[in-house]
T-cell receptor, first 114, second 111 residues
């Protein structure tokens, strides 16, 4: 158990809808990362927050947004969902930020868009 | 942009044999190279990592080697056991704060 929690575990929704995925980092970790894992794209970095502020952006679509709250939990919002958004979404956390920090992954949220 | 090539995509070995997975990269500024193990239905779990100022690191049956000149790093698992069966991902820290992951290797250890 990495200490990172994600809810919900599974989510099934329809195209055009909006969903929110939630992540609680390990105790004491200030940095949260979001990743998308799909069969054809592998593990893709989406976005990182550090202590409430956006720190880095990866391949995140404009339909997707995220935020990190004062209690350090983070939410990933996915809107106008398309079939291709079906994937596993992982959150990871680390104590520090920058190159070479160890990231600890949560169990993921499986999103299915029908 | 930066990418990581990981080979092989699938690997089957007999229990007790060794397994080697290799990743190559292009960005010479990368300085952190973790390896993750992902079991079915779970998130990736860090199993070993290496930094650019070290050529090799070992942790029991697992070792990682890094060749910065050739820009490749490898995961070595010795005396494989059935519980080693999983998908293994290499990664590297490149650019500012983002991680680039390899495409994964599905390792199957045959009993």
């Amino acid at each position: 158990d990495s200490g990172v929690t994600q809810t919900p575990k599974h989510l099934i929704t329809a195209t055009g809808q909006r969903v929110t995925l939630r992540c609680s980092p390990r105790s004491g970790d200030l940095s949260v990362y979001w990743y998308q894992q799909s069969l054809d794209q592998g593990l893709q970095f989406l976005i990182q927050y550090y202590n409430g502020e956006e720190r880095a952006k990866g391949n995140i679509l404009e339909r997707f947004s995220a935020q990190q709250f004062p209690d350090l939990h983070s939410e990933l919002n996915l809107s106008s969902l398309e079939l291709g958004d079906s994937a596993l979404y992982f959150c990871a956390s680390s104590g520090e930020t920058g190159l070479g920090v160890t990231q600890y992954f949560g169990p993921g949220t499986r999103l299915t868009v029908l | 942009g930066e990418n990581v090539e990981q080979h092989p995509s699938t690997l089957s070995v007999q229990e007790g044999d060794s397994a080697v997975i290799k990743c190559t990269y292009s960005d010479s500024a990368s300085n952190y190279f973790p390896w993750y193990k992902q079991e079915l239905g779970k998130g990736p779990q860090l199993i070993i990592d290496i930094r650019s100022n070290v050529g090799e690191k070992k942790d029991q049956r697992i070792a990682v080697t890094l060749n910065k000149t050739a820009k490749h790093f490898s995961l070595h698992i010795t005396e494989t056991q059935p519980e080693d069966s999983a998908v293994y991902f290499c990664a590297l820290a490149s650019g500012t704060y983002k991680y680039i992951f390899g495409t994964g290797t599905r390792l199957k250890v045959l009993a």
